[in-house]
């Protein structure tokens, strides 16, 4: 089967039957909050605080639900209206945005702490016109050089894609270097076919915590496209100290008002005595 990023401009393929199809299939779930949670691992986030993250390429919000999950609070840019439909009708909790990223973002210097992506990347590297500024050398500079302005000092961004080949991998890898980034590249399961992940690393500044690029993992399983679910999880639950972290905690939400209020947004509640409090139930 063809690669999807050959068959049609993304904003086509994921038209309204794909992005429902897409978004319902359990295997597609599954792979894709693994992978949320390896690039979460990656980010090397200060344990049990809420940060705010960008996820570039959310689609119908797959693995920005998995922020939710983890506590964080995010913003997610997309390209195709019918992805980010299905995100809103999912009620997904982070702001969304329609845009194409290889025309660079304009987000304030220093907005984010951390950025993903997931299963993006390798649509970049596609031309969708023969103009110079179309070619994917052009788009990837101006996605990397504004992604890390967007980015705190110091900071992680951890992009999962495909890559056909290893010069796609070193095309990408130099332009980041360009524009900024340090880092480098992650494969997990290096010689399982169906397992092998490639994730590119990138640090802003010394990139928080431990400069040197993570090591892979190695194939723990003996079948090796099992995806390992449940062991990310358990993996990145160790971290925070085996609990899950408490999402609608009192400084949680204060946190969240304050940021919506900052961005200007609406209706936003206000704080009382009774805010983060839990409901007694009523018989
Ligand atoms: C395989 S989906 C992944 C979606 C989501 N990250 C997930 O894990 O489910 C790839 C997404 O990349 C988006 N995409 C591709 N090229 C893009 C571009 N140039 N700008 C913004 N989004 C793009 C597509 O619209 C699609 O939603």
């Keep these: 089967m063809s690669r999807p990023e050959l068959v049609a401009p993304p904003e086509i393929y ?12 359990s295997r597609i779930q599954q792979i894709q909050a693994d992978m949320t949670y390896r690039a979460l691992e990656l980010l090397n986030l200060p344990p049990d605080e809420p940060a705010f993250l960008l996820d570039i390429g959310c689609g119908s919000g797959l693995s920005g639900e998995i922020l939710d999950e983890e506590g964080h609070m995010w913003v997610g ?3 195709a209206p019918s992805m980010l439909e299905v ?12 845009q194409d990223i290889g025309q660079g973002f304009g987000f304030r210097p220093g907005s984010f702490d951390g950025a ?15 103009h110079p500024t179309s070619s994917p050398p052009h788009r990837l500079t101006r996605f990397f050089i504004t992604l890390h302005a967007a980015l705190k000092n110091p900071s992680r961004a951890i992009l999962q894609f495909y890559p056909t080949s290893d010069d796609q991998i070193q095309l990408i890898t130099s332009i980041a270097q360009k524009a900024g980034f340090g880092g ?3 494969v997990d399961y290096p010689n399982s ?26 194939s723990e399983v003996e079948d090796e496209g099992k995806v ?6 358990e993996r990145l639950k160790s971290r925070s100290g085996g609990k899950r972290k408490n999402i609608k905690d009192k400084d949680w ?3 969240k008002k304050e940021l919506y209020r900052q961005r200007g947004k609406e209706g936003v509640p206000n704080d009382s005595k009774y805010t983060g409090r839990k409901r007694k139930a009523v018989f």
């Design 14 to 25: 994921y038209g309204d039957i794909e992005a429902k199809k897409y978004t319902n299939n």
């Design 77 to 79: 840019v997309d390209i």
């Design 87 to 98: 995100a809103l009708e999912r009620e997904v909790e982070g702001d969304l945005f329609l």
């Design 116 to 130: 993903i992506s997931i299963s993006v990347l390798q649509w970049l590297l596609n031309a969708e016109t023969s």
């Design 184 to 186: 480098g590249v992650v």
């Design 193 to 218: 076919k169906k397992a092998r992940k490639v994730f590119l690393c990138l640090f802003v500044g010394g990139g928080g915590g431990a400069q040197q690029v993570p090591k892979g993992l190695e």
């Design 228 to 233: 390992q679910f449940e062991k990310r999880r």
């Design 253 to 255: 939400i204060l946190k």
